[in-house]
């Protein structure tokens, strides 16, 4: 074919494409025009595979029949999830109350494929995790976000439940990029009004002494969405899941792709439940580096620092664009936000990634007193 032709081909290809698609840009990082050394940018957790998961995973891995198909709908694993959650709750959890995928994207995104037709409303808060007005807008949802603002309360919320009606409604807690929770009093009175599915994304509960795991047996239209990517280090093996009433599940598992959850996914996160004391302990160190953190860079008065139940912090405020400059000479990648007032979100880090940024931190208040 001439490449004339082919060219043309291309453009009808696209041409065949649904609008939404058309639509949409793919989902982008930042690009770095430095060379990052410590990267802050993503929530991923600093530390390595513990010694002892790797060395069980090898095992079993030697032992694993990658030539077959995994379970359909890893019900092992989801059993494993279950006892797992039942332990944490100290109540009884099932396994037909949890479904597994590849990271919570891939569970939010069946969410709104399961309940979004195309016009349909989806509400969630603003500013938060960008991957609920993605999927939304592929569905041909329209996307409404709620400013968190003062305003953001009961009265505010049902007023607009009731005018817009969405089909499904996201809270994110603690909320990315701010860090902060949403009351549980309010989310429970939203899912007690709404008869739409109420998720909430609790991604970073980990870090947080606050979550609505043990709320879901009561309220069947809520359901908690959580990750193996933050505090548990698995952002690279892709695993999420959801805890909610079974037959929310069950219908859920329709839009799933069968042996979604490839089977070394599965076995690493078995292993990983192994050991979840590693995991604890691991947090409690996130907990003391934020607290560390947060104290030494509230230090600045000319900015304002959100307190963070997550493992970021978030600031805003004019100067945080130097910041973020200076961090980057350095080598140190975060994220930043081009909102009405400009904004930045800082993973915390190792002991010794952390003490970096506040290196940066103290040549940055330095260079502010010498101007
Ligand atoms: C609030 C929130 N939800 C979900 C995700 C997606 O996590 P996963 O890696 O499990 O897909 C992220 C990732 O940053 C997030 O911040």
Request: glycine letters at 4%; proline letters at 5%; hydrophobic letters at 40%.
């Amino acid at each position: 074919m001439s490449p004339i032709k082919q060219n043309e081909k291309i453009i009808q290809l696209k041409s065949m494409l649904r609008s939404e698609v058309k639509a949409i840009s793919p989902y982008q990082a930042e690009i770095d025009s430095f060379k990052v050394k410590i990267n802050l940018a993503g929530n991923e957790s600093p530390f390595d595979l513990p010694a002892v998961v790797k060395k069980e995973f090898k095992a079993c891995f030697e032992q694993a029949e990658i030539n077959r198909y995994p379970d359909i709908y890893s019900e092992k694993l989801q059993q494993k999830m279950a006892a797992y959650l039942s332990e944490e709750l100290k109540q009884k959890v099932t396994a037909d109350q949890v479904i597994v995928g590849n990271g919570s994207d891939n569970i939010l995104d069946i969410l709104i494929r399961a309940f979004v037709n195309p016009g349909d409303k989806v509400l969630a808060q603003a500013p938060t995790f960008s991957m609920y007005k993605y999927f939304t807008e592929l569905s041909g949802g329209e996307y409404l976000a709620v400013p968190l603002n003062e305003n953001f309360n009961y009265q505010s919320l049902q007023k607009i439940i009731n005018q817009e009606k969405p089909k499904i409604i996201f809270f994110c807690s603690p909320n990315n990029p701010t860090g902060q929770p949403i009351a549980r009093e309010l989310i429970l009175k939203i899912a007690e009004l709404f008869t739409g599915p109420v998720i909430v994304d609790e991604a970073y509960a980990d870090f947080s002494e606050l979550n609505l795991l043990s709320d879901i047996k009561t309220h069947p239209n809520l359901a908690v969405t959580r990750t193996f990517s933050k505090a548990f280090g698995l952002a690279g093996i892709r695993f999420g899941y959801l805890y909610g009433n079974n037959a929310l599940v069950e219908e859920l598992k329709k839009v799933l792709v069968p042996y979604n959850l490839n089977s070394l996914t599965d076995l690493l996160v078995s292993v990983m439940l192994d050991n979840i004391e590693i995991i604890k302990q691991r947090v409690a160190v996130i907990k003391e580096q934020r607290q560390l953190m947060y104290q030494q860079l509230n230090s600045y008065q000319k900015w304002r620092l959100y307190p963070s139940m997550a493992n970021f912090l978030y600031i805003e405020g004019q100067k945080t664009t130097i910041f973020k400059k200076l961090l980057n000479q350095h080598g140190i990648k975060i994220r930043s936000y081009n909102s009405e007032t400009p904004a930045i979100r800082i993973t915390i880090g190792s002991a010794a990634e952390n003490e970096a940024v506040l290196n940066v931190f103290a040549e940055f208040k330095q260079l502010e007193q010498e101007e």
